[in-house]
């Protein structure tokens, strides 16, 4: 379907469930090309064949971490318009963001594409806030094709949130590990020849604040937001957890994850069979000494890239709920005494018949 | 015109421009209120008198800075709720950010709203940024009424930016100063019985980096990037400077108003007569001690709310360019020797007849 025919479809259909905070599309965005970059220990992981590139160390040839984060989304989207067959001014408008402070990873590294860009911050949901604001660019009629990118690196990450790397400090089994990848997205309203799955609706996600002030412990931060967009999710469209092949979190971890299942049991749902998280996949926790596992903008990024995207494409899943989840702190408002609110992103992808 | 309507005559002029980064909007989004909250120095400015509320000192009756900030983006966000005669829960979604790292004045600011939040960050062109998306998702037809809020405060950004306030740093005649405040904005897709102002269409901005370094010339980091984003506005829409009563740029103040002339000059645009900058407005130079102007995200959405939305609404002004300027830096970005790049987001608003 062309973006001219979605644009004859959008009818009265756009708002759909006005009440909720969902949006069902009235016509498909595809998602026509992806394309992963990881670190070595990413790489050194189960899903470590399946990255589009592994760097051998996680400089990547830079000077600095923020550079070689920089450089993660820059390669990222490179490659991501190459398999797509397309050239950097066919990509009408960027959506991206990472976990820096400023987002300094995203403006150092997007920049030399020399398209306009919409700057996003949801901390590790911020994959599918561009996905969402991607997709509604695209369903909305504003361009042919946008991209989005997202990434993280586990130094810098440590840096700007935690301990300088060089103290060596034990971390709880709560802790998660930052992932080092970038994920770049090419959505096109437009199926072309080689779509790899449909975004047929999003559920934009609420800061939800439970009062956990644990950064250590960012799963259970982050398991109550995106209980809440989950069950929201289900409730606008109408759906049981049954109706989708998996519902897959961003990186909630181990202990988020565990947290996540009882806070839906509380509502009568039960995920149990549907869940799965992407930084418990991302890491081999018993070999890995990644603890409760993977996390960061980068962790959802690469592995729906790497591994969900596929298992869509071939069809073994033909409906995921794909909910990147975020921890809203820094450091300042950790060392302030602020609770740690988290905030989670649902987008609704589609297997292509 | 109703949303309904919007979205008949959305049709194949969504896409206008397309070899341009511009977007002619094919349904009018309508300002429908907003709402300004500032600090003490800039109630004493010379547009004091215009701000919704001005505080007697920058804490706010809280305990941080930050908190003070968060503080800001709930009181401006209520008040525009309030005067627009909405609910909370009629405003369908949230754009929004600030200068701080992880934007935290706007997760603790707004998550009591229970809205679903797009978190950006554009540095001091956030609201430009949350404006563009904003007005994208109601022309699209995903909303029938959103809220765009942005914020900055002057001591928890020299915080985070620069030197410890306590430290009593000298500041260069070029250096800006952070204004303390908050703007609030609701979007509709009906004009209703008070619309101020509808926004016709949008230019998103690249990244442009001319290879400055000098974070306390953020004004000529940032004109590069306007003069762009003005440029290209010009050529997209097929205008002239003249078919604007102003072209208002973010926080530029004088160093940078003088280098945003001489730049388009050389592309042979003079926009002397058009243009203004918020940041030259918000304070008086001389006996305000603020060197350069204002600056920070709240620098241009206060001005908008409180100054420019009264002269189109009024009809004095027909037809503005509003381009909030951001300067894509970090405390590590500065300390790692790169440079300042800059980012501007237009938007044209335009007086309902």
């Known amino acids: 379907m062309s973006n001219q025919e979605n644009k004859k479809a959008l009818g009265e259909k756009a708002m759909f469930a006005c009440g909720g905070q969902s949006m069902k599309f009235p016509a498909p965005v595809f998602i026509k090309e992806s394309a992963s970059i990881v670190g070595k220990k990413e790489g050194e992981g189960p899903l470590g064949d399946l990255?589009?590139?592994?760097?051998?160390?996680?400089?990547?040839?830079?000077?600095?971490?923020?550079?070689?984060?920089?450089?993660?989304?820059?390669?990222?989207?490179?490659?991501?318009?190459?398999?797509a067959g397309l050239k950097t001014d066919d990509i009408r408008y960027l959506f991206a963001g990472d976990l820096l402070g400023q987002s300094i990873a995203t403006s150092f590294g997007?920049?030399?594409?020399?398209?306009?860009?919409?700057?996003?911050?949801?901390?590790?949901?911020?994959?599918?806030?561009?996905?969402?604001?991607?997709?509604?660019?695209?369903?909305?009629?504003?361009?042919?094709?946008?991209?989005?990118?997202?990434?993280s690196h586990f130094a810098s990450a440590e840096k700007e949130f935690r301990f300088?790397?060089?103290?060596?400090?034990?971390?709880?089994?709560?802790?998660?590990?930052?992932?080092?990848?970038?994920?770049?997205?090419?959505?096109?309203?437009?199926?072309g020849e080689s779509?790899?799955?449909?975004?047929?609706?999003?559920?934009?996600g609420k800061i939800v604040d439970f009062g956990l002030k644990d950064s250590m412990n960012m799963g259970a931060c982050m398991a109550p937001a995106a209980a809440d967009t989950i069950y929201r999710n289900l409730q606008d469209f109408g759906r049981k957890p049954e109706d989708y092949d998996r519902i897959i979190t961003g990186d909630l971890g181990k202990v988020g994850q565990?947290?996540?299942?009882?806070?839906?049991?509380?509502?009568?749902?039960?995920?149990?069979?549907?869940?799965?998280?992407?930084?418990?996949?991302?890491?081999?926790?018993?070999?890995?000494?990644?603890?409760?596992?993977?996390?960061?903008?980068?962790?959802a990024a690469t592995v729906l890239?790497?591994?969900?995207?596929?298992?869509?494409?071939?069809?073994?899943?033909?409906?995921?709920?794909?909910?990147?989840?975020?921890?809203?702190?820094?450091?300042?408002?950790?060392?302030?005494?602020?609770?740690?609110?988290?905030?989670a992103h649902g987008v609704v992808l589609e297997h292509i018949d």
């Open 258 to 299: 565990r947290a996540l299942l009882d806070l839906l049991l509380e509502r009568e749902i039960d995920i149990a069979k549907q869940h799965m998280d992407c930084g418990i996949e991302i890491f081999d926790g018993e070999t890995q000494d990644t603890h409760a596992g993977g996390s960061g903008c980068g962790c």
């Open 110 to 151: 997007l920049a030399q594409f020399e398209r306009p860009l919409f700057g996003l911050y949801g901390a590790c949901s911020t994959c599918g806030l561009s996905l969402s604001l991607g997709a509604m660019a695209i369903c909305g009629g504003f361009a042919e094709h946008v991209a989005c990118v997202t990434s």
């Open 195 to 204: 779509a790899k799955a449909v975004i047929t609706g999003i559920t934009p």
């Open 305 to 343: 890239s790497a591994y969900i995207l596929k298992k869509i494409e071939e069809g073994i899943w033909k409906r995921v709920l794909f909910v990147p989840t975020g921890a809203l702190l820094s450091k300042t408002s950790f060392n302030e005494g602020q609770n740690v609110p988290g905030i």
């Open 164 to 191: 300088p790397l060089g103290y060596g400090n034990q971390r709880p089994l709560s802790a998660s590990w930052t992932v080092t990848g970038s994920g770049a997205f090419i959505l096109s309203g437009s199926r």
């Open 51 to 83: 990255f589009d590139m592994v760097g051998d160390d996680d400089m990547f040839g830079c000077n600095t971490w923020e550079e070689a984060e920089s450089g993660l989304q820059r390669d990222a989207l490179h490659l991501a318009i190459q398999k």
